[in-house]
């Protein structure tokens, strides 16, 4: 199955699919081990996650919007 990434409304970004040939680096450059054994990753979209890159449910915790929520909140304040 090809790489799959869907943007989760006011989550993560989820990848599924065939994983085998993904590398993550970290910002230093280093490359972050993948799950092995898992049909995909979420990766943290709200920065508030303890296991970054991944995504550990803080998101919900903490009212995270996505972009597009965030930005249409903002709009209609101005």
Request: overall charge neutral.
């Amino acid at each position: 199955m090809p790489l799959k990434i869907t943007i989760k409304q006011n989550g993560p970004y989820r990848l599924e699919g065939d994983l085998t040939e993904l590398q993550i680096f970290d910002h230093e450059g280093k490359q972050v081990p993948i799950p092995e054994g898992k049909p995909g990753i979420s990766l943290c979209r709200c920065g508030a996650s303890v296991n970054k890159p991944f995504c550990d449910g803080t998101h919900s915790k903490i009212g995270f919007k996505g972009a597009e929520e965030a930005r249409a909140e903002f709009d209609a304040v101005k």
